[in-house]
């Protein structure tokens, strides 16, 4: 049985309040690797954020922190190929992984990047949760399915982002969030993770998001020091 997670409820306003303020102080990049030897060292937490090239990665990472240059966006897909640490608040990790699924990258490439992506999963024992983004104006993909099921699998504890919500209207959103939602309740799950439908452009969502990194960095220092 594929590991399960809980539903995410609506968030109090001082829990969303002090998700803004975790971004609004210092978002700073520190280094893109090709491998794990080159990553950060494991003196703190982390949150990840991945996802099919092209998905929006980058332009949420920006919108939630900001700053419009942070990291780098790109009309090609496939560009960014590095795993880029961005440090908040000189106090935890924000992660950009390289975007999979793009057929122009050779296959010597996609394997390089399966091998360092599957390592970096398995063993950045700080990281606390994947953000996986999911364009929400198609239906679902085999390729995204794949690897929640993957992270389920190895136990990994993840959220479903769903990006460019304004792109559609809120009827096709709801129906496209239904059908991923019916695909995995199909597929062995026996709850959906926590799931975000937002916007870099208005910028719809982000609050949610915010509020649940800020959630997940309490209830580590909780944890710890208990």
Request: charged share 25%; glycine share 6%.
């Amino acid at each position: 049985m594929i590991n399960s997670f809980p539903f995410v409820e609506g968030m109090e306003s001082d829990l969303i309040e002090k998700g803004r303020k975790l971004f609004s102080s210092n978002c700073t990049f520190i280094k893109g690797v090709v491998g794990m030897e080159g990553l950060p060292n494991p003196d703190r937490i982390e949150v990840c954020f991945a996802g099919r090239s092209n998905v929006g990665k980058s332009s949420l990472i920006n919108a939630l922190c900001n700053k419009k240059k942070l990291a780098k966006t790109s009309s090609r897909p496939g560009k960014t190929q590095l795993i880029n640490h961005f440090l908040i608040n000189e106090n935890w990790f924000l992660v950009d992984l390289p975007g999979y699924g793009y057929a122009r990258v050779s296959k010597t490439q996609k394997k390089i990047f399966q091998t360092f992506i599957t390592k970096y999963f398995k063993y950045r024992t700080q990281l606390v949760n994947a953000f996986l983004l999911v364009d929400v104006r198609h239906e679902p993909q085999s390729i995204d399915l794949k690897f929640m099921e993957w992270l389920g699998d190895n136990l990994m504890p993840f959220s479903i982002v769903f990006t460019k919500a304004d792109k559609l209207s809120s009827k096709s959103i709801e129906k496209n969030v239904n059908d991923y939602k019916n695909r995995m309740l199909t597929s062995n799950w026996e709850e959906i993770p926590p799931i975000f439908i937002t916007s870099a452009k208005n910028k719809s969502g982000n609050k949610e998001v915010l509020s649940y990194i800020n959630q997940l960095n309490i209830d580590y220092f909780d944890k710890i020091s208990s």
